[in-house]
């Protein structure tokens, strides 16, 4: 779209209307996020960018949150917040198939941020008869979340070690979080070693050609300032690493729409439960 189809648009579209149409992918990918460069290395694309610690990502992240809690806003996502009430249902269907197995859901939410899906979820999980949430985050967001977010449910914890010290969890989460490691490989042989029975991976990027591509992410302005390393996986490699030990249930199209340049990508959810031995 050009400038002047841009002004265009500005000129005959009320503003709150075309807040609301701009995050929803109006001008580009969603939000108008974008991911460039292809790397050869995390430290690389570590270097070229700011980092996922920026003060600044905290801040309108715990902005958001603090939004929700009050009521002022229906659910947050990567510090947008939304006035409407949107569900994931294939993810919530994930977390109450569990809930059934199990009698109960104890979800370990990997990099659940200040628990975006913990209460956009909420509403719809709120007849189980047990619901632990245990997030693992940076410690700057564990020390936001304890003060301002836990609660009888929801915990927060700066390692997997700590959480599961004295908790045994159904439902290990991956929410949008393993295209932010610098080892994602690494990562999933290691947790899914914990043989936690089942294992929801959600908001997760594809390249359509097979590959794997490290770019570097770029956050407008208009939600933060900041930019950081993200992968765009294989899902040969990935899912292959997985389903040495996991049965994949179910897979379902995800919420993003994110592509990055020059290339092609699918954003995609799965649920994968622990095989019988």
């Keep these: ?128 008869r047990s619901l632990k949430w245990a997030i693992i985050e940076q410690p700057s967001h564990v020390e936001v979340g304890k003060r301002e977010f836990s609660n009888e449910e929801l915990s927060f914890h700066c390692t997997i070690e700590e959480a599961c010290k004295n908790e045994r969890f159904d439902v290990l989460l991956l929410s949008g979080v393993l295209q932010c490691l610098p080892d994602p490989m690494g990562f999933l042989d290691s947790v899914l070693g914990r043989r936690i029975p089942s294992v929801v991976l959600d908001r997760t990027p594809f390249m359509t050609n097979g590959t794997t591509r490290l770019t570097i992410q770029h956050v407008p302005e208009w939600i933060y300032s900041a930019s950081y390393p993200s992968w765009f996986f294989s899902e040969k490699e990935l899912l292959g690493e997985i389903v040495k030990q996991y049965d994949e249930i179910a897979e379902w199209p995800a919420l993003d729409r994110h592509h990055p340049q020059g290339g092609r990508a699918e954003y995609r959810g799965f649920l994968f439960e622990l095989r019988k031995q």
Excluded at 45 to 55: I, P, R
Excluded at 60 to 74: L, P
Excluded at 75 to 102: C, I, K, Q
Aim: glycine share 8%; hydrophobic share 40%; with cysteine.
């Design 1 to 128: 779209m050009n400038r002047k189809t841009k002004e265009f648009i500005r000129s005959v579209i009320p503003p709150r209307l075309l807040d609301k149409m701009s995050r929803a992918s109006l001008f580009g990918n969603t939000y108008g996020i974008r991911f460039c460069g292809d790397y050869n290395s995390w430290a690389q694309a570590a270097a070229a960018s700011t980092g996922y610690g920026a003060q600044e990502i905290l801040d309108r992240t715990f902005e958001a949150a603090q939004k929700v809690k009050s009521g002022d806003a229906a659910f947050e996502r990567d510090g947008v917040t939304f006035d409407e009430r949107e569900y994931n249902f294939p993810l919530v269907w994930a977390l109450m198939r569990s809930a059934v197995r199990h009698g109960r859901l104890h979800v370990l939410d990997f990099g659940g941020s200040l628990g975006s899906v913990y209460f956009q979820s909420r509403h719809l999980i709120e007849p189980l």
